[in-house]
């Protein structure tokens, strides 16, 4: 598919924990006229692995 994109990932202590800076940025456009890559769909799948998954493996291991 044409397109492409880029993750960059900050982790950061914050009191007792860690703050985690996100950002995915499209460095040539994508097929905007596909449901997979719209804002929407792209936002709900990392809220999905970023607010579910990730802590579910952190806390396992």
Known sequence: MPGDSKVSWELAE???GSRLTFAHT???SLDTDDPLFSRESCQAGWE??????????????
């Open 14 to 16: 914050s009191g007792e």
């Open 26 to 28: 499209a460095t040539e």
């Open 48 to 61: 999905y692995f970023l607010n579910g998954q990730l802590p579910a493996f952190l806390d396992k291991n």
